[in-house]
Every structure is written in C-alpha cells, then in structure tokens.
C-alpha cells in the first residue's frame, strides 16, 4: 500500500513496515503536533526552568536538576558551541523527549502503542534535526546511543530540513516508520536508565518539566515509564502484554544489548585524567 | 663512575660475585623495561598509529566500533543501499604489548569512529612522549656516554641501533626476559668489576652476543616460514 502525504493534509493510512509498525499509524506533523524545534524547546525549557526556580531549587537536589537544567538550556541555545560539546547529542534528545512527554500527558492519548513509539523517537530526535550547528562528531555520539541506521536517517532529515523542505517532519516519520526502531529505542532507552551516562540528566529533566520521576534501572522501566505519559495505563497494558508485538520485538531488542554496558569505564578516568594534564600543559 | 668503580673494585671477589649477581638482575628487568620503551617510541609505531588515526577519521561519521567477546574488535557500518546495519570484523588488533592498550578497553558498548581515534590519538601522544624519552633519549644519552666517560658505551649504542632497526623492521618486540641472559649479565658484570683487560673483553663479548641475538631474532621472523605463522596467529 502506497501513502502520499500532501501539504498539510493528515493522512491516516495503512502503512507496510518492515515487521515494526502497522496499522493507523499518524503522520500529520503539523501546528499543534509539530515536533518542537530548538526555539520552541528553549522557550518550553525557559518556562520550566522559571517555575522550577520558583519552587524546587531551595535544596542541594533542587540544584543539581538546575544545574543540569541549565546545561541543557546552553545546549539547545546554541549546540554547536565548541567548549559545550560533550553530550550535546543526549541532552538535545532528552529536551526532545520531555518536551514532548510534558505536552502530550493532559492530552487524549495516541490509539495505537506504535504511535507512541514513533512519536517517541521523532519528537526526541526532532532538536538534533533542527540545529542549525551540531558538533563536528554528533553523528557518531548519535549512534553510539541509537544506532549507526538512525544516526543516517537523522543525517538526511537534517539535509531535508536545511533546504526548506515543508514537509521534513512527516518524511522524517515515514522514514523511521518503515524500518524496525527497536533497537535503536532499547540502546537510547539503556542510556538514559543508567545514571551514569543519561538517566540523571532524564531524572532532573523529567521532574523540572513537570513529569513523574522516571524509574531509571533498565531500558524496559523507562521505555514503560514513557509510554505511561503518552498512552496511560491502556498503552502499558499492551506494552506489558507477553502475546503482543510490541512487547516481542522490544524484549527482542534488549536481549542484544552488551552485558555490563552501565559498567563504570575506567578507561574514560583515565582518559579524561589524560586530557586534563594535556589541557593544564597547554595553558602552563 | 669511575669513583665507585674504583671503590668497589677494590672489595674481595665474594662481593663483587654479589653485587655481579644483583647487577645482572637489574640491568636485565630495567633493560628490558628501557627497550620496550623504546620500542613504544619508535619511528614505525609513531607512523603506525598516525595512520591508523587518519584512517579512523576517514570513516564514515556514524560507523561503530564495539567489542565482542570471543571474536574481537567489530565495525558497524550502515549500508545506504540495501539499508541494513552489517557487523563485521573491524581488523583492528591493538598493541597488547603497547603503552595505549588501556584506551582500547571501553567495554562491550558501541563507540563511534570518533571515539576510537580520539582514544588512538592519546595512544599516539603517550608513543610520542616515549619517543622523545625513550627513544632518541636513549641515543643521545649513549653518545653523551661514549664521548664523556668511556668508549664502551659505544657497544652499548651499536646493540640500541640494532635492536631498533630490527624492531622496525619486523615490527615485533625483541626482549631479553630469559634466565640464561640475567646469568650472562651476571658473568659479565662480575668480569667487569674484576677489572682489567677482562673487563673490555666482558663488554665486547657481552655486546657481540647481544647483537647477534637479535640480528637472529631478525632473520628468523622475516623467514618465509615464521611470517606465515604470525599471519595465522593474527588470526586467531
């Protein structure tokens, strides 16, 4: 079956993927349900940041989301900043995603669990395809918490993007709808439950923007804990139900994760202890 | 120098054997030690590794690199063609021997090919620190030896040039960890310190040896036979 997406229609099609979504899958990406760009981001990351100064930042907790709020805020302001490249990549696609999770949790939810995923990762990936500066490397930090496929596809959205093309969003979503996401979703879903790479700055963004705290742990209690916001518990259900798909190919995926991939990387210390005594070096 | 040699050559033999002993032990652990160094710093393992860097960064952005127990370093480039993620033997072994293998130890998580060649550049920073500590630093203090205290240093600077020629050349480590070695040492040492003609001919003798070890060293791994052999175990 063939979908045609004309300019600022909705289309609600039957959709062939390649054994990751069918059925009603959406790909009206427009006005309210435009995935934000990185000044709309930083407007939301703006409000919240107020309103959490107002109220939250009294305690050594407080502070420390603020601090990581406000990283994130310098991040989406200008991420091709030379001096701020390390984790660019991870913290636009944590304002992404809980930009979207803030908006979308009052709203009724999507009808199909694959939906949910979908908007998922376009709304998370929608900042690294809007910037108009990236580091030099984010294709490669991208990958490494995705997948080398997504990290291409969100290459050729950018360029898609760039030369104006209205329409970039909904071919983004196609795009990713026609190929398997899972495990890409389970490698970034890891990332952002283990604190030592992206579950604290999820943890400290989630709760400046309003959402419930994320059970951080495995891949499956955040991905379960995104799709609560989203779906409600009628999403979970599904997601949790041993017969269906959804749940199949999600297991599938966190089956093929590296063992001990939250263990600490000593080698990074020592890199990073490397780099220091470089750096002092040089401005000796 | 010759102050304490003077000094200790005026001891009985007993502790001469003693101290001949402990001397050969030393010069052997910390020889060998200053050779590996020496080795990291080479002018072959500094073009190695900057070629290895240029052709990481060559790389397409989003290519993986990740460890798989059992089998090895792994690439994962994407195919644009036939959109698939294909896993395949990144034919990176890294140095076990070398100064950098800590770098290559990231664990079984995916890193990109930025990554790699970040961790292969500070990999080249420690080998271009050993090169100028190591390496030429060796030579210059073996002429600075040979010119200011005795000739015989120069036994010293012909086994060095060797040694690093033939490292070079076979791109192996030639190391001297073996008993037999620390006793000739010993012997040598204790020559040594009697003093006298014996002391020159120990030297000479001790030298001759050395460098005809590693010239043999040197044509026995670049035999035809022992190449096909360090084929087969890069392999494994």
């Known amino acids: 079956m063939h979908n045609h997406v004309a300019e600022g229609a909705t289309v609600m099609g039957h959709v062939v993927q390649a054994g990751t979504f069918s059925g009603q899958v959406h790909f009206h990406y427009r006005d309210q349900n435009a995935p934000l760009d990185l000044l709309s981001l930083r407007r939301w990351l703006d409000r919240v940041a107020e309103d959490f100064r107002a109220v939250a930042e009294q305690d050594r907790t407080g502070r420390e989301h603020g601090k990581r709020l406000d990283s994130t ?102 795009a990713l709808a026609r190929r398997s996401l899972f495990p890409a979703m389970s490698v970034l879903f890891d990332d952002l439950a283990d604190p030592r790479r992206g579950g604290a700055l999820l943890t400290s963004m989630a709760l400046v923007g309003g959402l419930p705290e994320p059970r951080t742990g495995t891949a499956r209690t955040v991905f379960v804990w995104a799709v609560g916001i989203v779906g409600g518990a009628a999403a979970v259900t599904v997601v949790l139900d041993r017969e269906s798909q959804v749940h199949r190919l999600l297991e599938e995926a966190i089956a093929t994760l590296p063992d001990g991939s939250a263990d600490l990387d000593l080698t990074e210390l020592l890199a990073e202890f490397i780099d220091a005594l470089l750096e002092q070096g040089g401005t000796g | 120098m010759t ?79 036939t959109d698939e993620e294909k896993e395949m033997p990144s034919g990176l072994r890294p140095d076990r021997a070398g100064p950098g293998l800590a770098f290559w130890m990231w664990g079984e998580r995916p890193r990109s090919a930025a990554f790699v060649a970040a961790r292969v550049r500070r990999d080249f920073l420690v080998r271009l620190v050993c090169f100028f500590w190591f390496f030429l630093g060796g030579f210059v203090v073996l002429v600075r030896l040979a010119i200011t205290e005795s000739p015989l240093w120069l036994v010293a600077l012909v086994f060095l040039l060797v040694h690093q020629l033939a490292t070079s050349a076979t791109g192996r480590y030639i190391l001297f960890e073996q008993p037999r070695h620390a006793v000739l040492l010993a012997v040598a040492a204790f020559l040594f310190l009697r003093g006298g003609v014996l002391a020159t001919v120990a030297v000479y003798a001790l030298g001759a040896y050395f460098v005809l070890y590693v010239l043999g060293f040197w044509y026995m791994v670049s035999s035809g036979r022992m190449e096909r052999l360090a084929v087969l175990r890069d392999a494994l």
């Open chain 1, 73 to 174: 805020r310098a991040v989406v302001a200008d991420p091709g900043q030379e001096s701020r490249q390390r984790d660019v990549i991870r913290r636009l696609l944590v304002a992404g995603l809980c930009g979207y999770l803030a908006r979308t949790r009052d709203a009724a939810p999507p009808p199909l669990p694959e939906q949910i995923l979908l908007d998922l990762v376009v709304f998370a990936l929608w900042p690294v395809v809007t910037a108009r500066r990236l580091p030099r490397d984010w294709q490669g930090e991208l990958a490494e918490i995705t997948s080398a496929r997504l990290a291409s596809l969100v290459a050729q959205a950018r360029t898609s993007w760039r030369s104006g093309d209205g329409t970039a969003a909904e071919t983004f979503a196609r």
């Open chain 2, 3 to 81: 102050d304490w040699l003077d000094t200790v050559r005026t001891l009985g033999w007993q502790w001469q054997l003693v101290g001949a002993a402990a001397a050969g032990l030393a010069i052997l652990l910390v020889g060998n030690r200053l050779l590996k160094a020496a080795t990291w710093g080479s002018p072959r393992a500094l073009v190695e590794t900057s070629q290895l860097y240029v052709r990481l960064r060559a790389l397409p952005p989003a290519t993986l690199f990740r460890w798989r127990v059992g089998v090895g370093l792994q690439v994962v480039v994407y195919d644009e063609a």
